[in-house]
């Protein structure tokens, strides 16, 4: 069974940083890609951020330019760098992990508990 931990989370003033972790354990699998998504307060999970295995990142408009997402292979976890965070950020970030069980054969989707981020005028 695949499993996320996420960390990183916290209130911060507007203008701050913050690095989100989430590192995925469990036996058999491989991870086709990661990402994150988030869930503002009275509104839909949106994605955030992705970075497939070996491929390009892709980001939401809204975070190009200050959010930078990235992945480290050997540890399976992926990281995402909040800089210039403004209150309008301030949400529940999940990680996703896309791959498949090896012993099945099936494809995987898995999610993090979450972690809230919370930004300050």
């Known amino acids: 069974q695949v499993q996320l931990v996420e960390s990183g989370g916290g209130l911060v003033q507007a203008g701050g940083s913050l690095r989100l972790s989430c590192a995925a354990s469990?036996?058999?699998?491989?991870?086709?890609?990661m990402g994150w998504y988030r869930q503002p307060p009275g509104r839909q999970r949106e994605l955030v951020a992705v970075?497939?295995?070996?491929?390009?990142?892709d980001y939401a408009d809204s975070v190009k330019g200050r959010f930078t997402i990235s992945r480290d292979n050997a540890k399976n976890t992926v990281y995402l760098q909040m800089n210039s965070l403004k209150p309008e950020d301030t949400a529940v970030y999940y990680c996703?992990?896309?791959?498949?069980?090896?012993?099945?054969?099936?494809?995987?989707?898995?999610w993090g508990q979450g972690t809230q981020v919370t930004v300050s005028t």
């Open positions: 970075i497939p295995r070996g491929g390009n990142t």
């Open positions: 996703n992990l896309e791959g498949l069980a090896i012993a099945t054969m099936t494809r995987i989707n898995i």
């Open positions: 469990g036996r058999m699998f491989s991870i086709n890609a």
